[in-house]
Nanobody, 127 residues
Framework: QVQLVESGGGLVQAGGSLRLSCAAS????????MGWFRQAPGKEREFVAS????????YYADSVKGRFTISRDNAKNTVYLQMNSLKPEDTAVYYC????????????????????WGQGTQVTISS
């Protein structure tokens, strides 16, 4: 119904920047929110950032607030994650997610509250 494809991952030194992209296709008219999650080896998938597809609402995890910025281009059905001041602890597979509901973003911190997922893109930050 909805397909998500992430891109932009790679290897970056600590303090550097990276921009991830997530392109949505299929029944994109059903999308009400988009988000980013990440999962490091041996850890659970954790919330990073999210936005409403229409409107101005954004929400960030405390660990990335002030360093990461989520944005969108509705015409391109694409959401971005600009990552600055990267740290080794940011190393993880980053996943894009899409939701069909209009729940407050503060209620969508759990992976199970999202309907569609991309395959993920690896982000590695070296010391």
């Amino acid at each position: 119904q909805v397909q998500l494809v992430e891109s932009g991952g790679g290897l970056v030194q600590a303090g550097g920047s990276l921009r991830l992209s997530c392109a949505a296709s299929g029944r994109t008219s059903s999308i009400r929110a988009m988000g980013w999650f990440r999962q490091a080896p041996g850890k659970e998938r954790e919330f990073v950032a999210s936005l409403m597809w229409r409107g101005t609402s954004t929400y960030y995890a405390d660990s990335v607030k002030g360093r990461f910025t989520i944005s969108r281009d509705n015409a391109k059905n694409t959401v971005y994650l600009q990552m600055n001041s990267l740290k080794p602890e940011d190393t993880a597979v980053y996943y894009c997610a899409a939701g069909r509901d209009l729940l407050s973003l503060t209620l969508k911190r759990q992976p199970g509250s999202w309907n569609y997922w991309g395959q993920g893109t690896q982000v590695t930050i070296s010391s």
